[in-house]
């Protein structure tokens, strides 16, 4: 969505590498490994290779403090390095070093590790999409962003599920009583399959409507809640 609406880039908004000191509890780390994973995206589809580099390098950290060193190795940073001016490349490799770890806490049985970082990345996600909101906001971001309230119940239950952060859960059930203003309707259209590319083209479309004020309370709710957590 940032690439296809030319978002700004703001290089302010990634949250500073140099304050990884001050996450401290396991559920913590977890948080904050999801939100410099969104950050590492945001930064490198706007093609900033050196802060995506730097923001590896903070991620391998956390990843060695959670046990997932195998994950975040010297191989996926000599990767990076040697693909700096490869966008689709450096998404690439943190996406199977995400995955990779997320197997592993399943299998291991930390769901509640896993669903921390779920998490962090989930707000910071919304943080850097909602940004701009002093302005007239694109219509594509409001939909993205109105569309949020079903991930954001299934994110609720997956919390609960595991009993961690409570606070955060509190928090992120009160951004959810300001989804219910949000309708969003979904109509289904066949899809059209191309046989000789391989590609299946999703026809259905998807209309949210979210009244000005709603949007702005949203948004003033995820900014709080990332705040919570950065703080």
């Given amino acids: 969505l940032i690439q296809d609406l030319g978002l700004p880039y703001d290089i302010t908004l990634p949250y500073s590498t ?16 999801g939100i ?9 589809v706007h093609k900033d ?8 390098k903070t991620i391998e950290q956390l990843s060695s403090d959670l046990d997932l060193s195998h994950a975040f190795d010297k191989k996926l940073l000599d990767g990076f390095k ?17 995955r990779s770890a997320d197997q592993y806490l399943k299998m291991d049985q930390q769901e509640d590790i896993s669903a921390a970082i779920l ?6 996600g919304l943080y850097l999409t909602v940004q701009d909101a002093s302005k007239k906001m694109d219509p594509k971001v409001i939909k993205r962003l109105g569309e949020q309230g079903h991930t954001l119940n299934n ?12 606070a955060l859960i509190a928090s992120l059930k009160d951004l959810a009583s300001s989804y219910a203003s949000v ?29 000005p004020e709603d949007l702005k309370t949203i948004i003033q709710k995820v900014k709080a809640i990332r705040s919570s957590i950065t703080a």
């Fill in 18 to 33: 140099d304050s990884i000191s001050r996450f401290t509890s396991k559920g913590m780390k977890a948080l904050a490994l």
């Fill in 36 to 44: 410099y994973g969104a950050d590492l995206a945001y930064v490198t």
């Fill in 49 to 56: 290779g050196q802060k995506a580099l730097k923001t590896l």
């Fill in 82 to 98: 040697n693909n700096l001016n490869n966008e689709d490349s450096l998404l690439r490799f943190s996406g199977i070093a995400f």
């Fill in 119 to 124: 998490a962090g990345g989930w707000i910071e």
């Fill in 155 to 166: 994110l609720i239950a997956l919390l609960e599920q595991h009993g961690n952060a409570p």
């Fill in 183 to 211: 309708h969003v309707t979904y109509t289904f259209e066949q899809p059209t399959l191309d046989a000789a590319n391989k590609t299946t083209y999703i026809n259905s479309v998807t209309k949210t409507e979210v009244a």
